[in-house]
């Protein structure tokens, strides 16, 4: 592993992983995980020739928990184009899973200058969703971590709940021994269970603007065979919401495809980064 690192950001210390030199890609993570989620990436990226960054996002330890408590989209945005300068690029490729997704969508709409190529992983554009019976079912959990006893729910058993997730959304992958540890050891730390929560409590009723808006930048996005939450009808709906370059890669795995199949998943990003990157 390499040494952690950290940095100042939109008013706050992020930790973060770096390899390699050359182009950045920024590796936003999402719920229920932390940077090591990229563990098998990051280095794969470093050997083909680019700066490969993972931080923690706002709230996961060893992040700082922001005083403000602002979770909602524009932040995680805003969060991403400030690591990108923070780390002295004017530029990043980003690609970003579950709520980093979320977070390198609002970015690419703030700033789309900013953002070289964009990939997002398991989540499709938020401008196309609709809250369907079938829908609301797969995103259950948005609704119970709402609740006030959310982060005692979350805590509770050693964290049985982060579990129960991982299989909902991945119900055909034999998940390995202490998958799920790396978060588990983040969220215990004091706040910062309730800081993940605090992403779901900031989910607005509509989209906000950024999310509502066509993205303009070059850009991928993964959907997996087994997700037990989205099928590819989600992410053939949501063309609409680009009007520049965009591929679907469909390839096996759930929610968590690019740890379920990282070889696959690694040939897939580098393919479509060296395609969608701009000459």
Known sequence: MPTLQFTDANGLRFAYFEEGEGPLVLLLHGFPDTAHTWDAVRPALAAAGYRAVSPFLRGYHPTAIPGDGKYDAETLGRDTLALIEALGEERAIVVGHDWGAVAAYAAAAIAPERVSVLVTVAVPHGASLRPTPRLLWGVR???????????????????????????????????????????????????????????????????????????????????????????????????????????????????????????????????????????
């Open 141 to 279: 959990h948005f609704f119970r971590l709402k609740t006030a006893g959310a982060p005692a729910f979350l805590r509770a058993n050693d964290f049985a709940y982060i579990d129960a997730l991982v299989h909902r959304w991945s119900p055909a992958w034999q998940v390995p021994p202490g998958e799920t540890s790396a978060v588990k050891e983040a969220l215990a730390h004091p706040g910062s269970a309730e800081a993940a929560i605090g992403y779901y409590r900031a989910i607005p009723l509509r989209p906000p603007p950024c999310l509502a808006r066509r993205t303009t930048v070059p850009s991928a996005v993964f959907s997996g065979e087994n997700d037990g939450i989205l099928g590819l009808a989600d992410y053939e709906r949501a063309r609409r919401c680009y009007t520049g370059r965009h591929e679907i890669v469909h390839m096996p795995g759930g929610h968590f495809l690019h740890r379920e199949h990282p070889a696959r998943f690694i040939a897939e990003l580098l393919r479509v980064i060296a395609d969608l990157l701009p000459t």
